[in-house]
């Protein structure tokens, strides 16, 4: 694809094949044929089917490395803030599709995803791991059991980090054109989001 660009984009071609990618909005089509909609529809599969969501994430990954690379040709240097946009998508389909794989919480005694821990429960599953005996003699992590298994459920979330990636593409895509509404919303979709 990006070669075709190029070559409608090379200084001896007519005007009006420079014209082509802007007048027949090849961009925004590119993103949503050949990217937007085969996410949406592994995405909706992968609700049901292990294997769609392998897909979705090998093809998330495709993606991302063509988008990417088009970002560092010079020769494309034009469409920059469509990069950008298509870049902080499949950052917020990858956040998505953390959320949808976020392993169960055993530390929490819920088994559940997200839920906040239960001081009670941590004292009673510390006193049950005291209760089984030790096959070295070392001592336990330095802050203590309670407190080691608390920091570990502290710990950043995947889809915060992609939270964060898809909204520096976005801040990006502002600096090249601060006048785009478009990546305002979805910045403000990405903050809406945020608990609290």
């Not at 895509?173 to 785009?180: D, K, N």
Request: charged share 20%; net charge negative; glycine share 8%.
């Amino acid at each position: 694809m990006h070669n075709l660009l190029e070559l409608t984009l090379a200084p001896q071609v007519p005007a009006s094949v420079r014209n082509i990618p802007t007048k027949y909005n090849i961009i925004i089509r590119l993103w949503s044929h050949a990217f937007n909609k085969p996410l949406q529809t592994l995405r909706t599969a992968s609700f049901h089917s292990p294997v769609a969501l392998e897909h979705l994430q090998e093809y998330i990954i495709y993606a991302y490395i063509f988008y990417t690379s088009l970002l560092e040709e010079q020769t494309l240097e034009g469409f920059k803030t469509g990069w950008l946009e298509a870049l902080g998508d499949l950052a917020r389909y990858r956040m998505v599709m953390a959320a949808m794989t976020a392993p169960t919480n055993s530390l929490s005694g819920s088994g559940e995803t997200g839920k906040p821990v239960n001081q009670e429960d941590l004292a009673a599953q510390t006193q049950d791991d005291e209760s089984f005996g030790r096959v070295d003699d070392s001592p336990g992590p330095s802050v203590g059991v309670a407190a080691a298994r608390q920091l570990e459920i502290e710990l950043e979330p995947e889809t915060e980090l992609w939270r964060c990636i898809a909204r520096e593409w976005y801040a990006a895509g502002l600096a090249e054109t601060p006048g785009t509404g478009k990546l305002h919303h979805h910045l403000g979709l990405l903050s809406r989001e945020i608990e609290g």
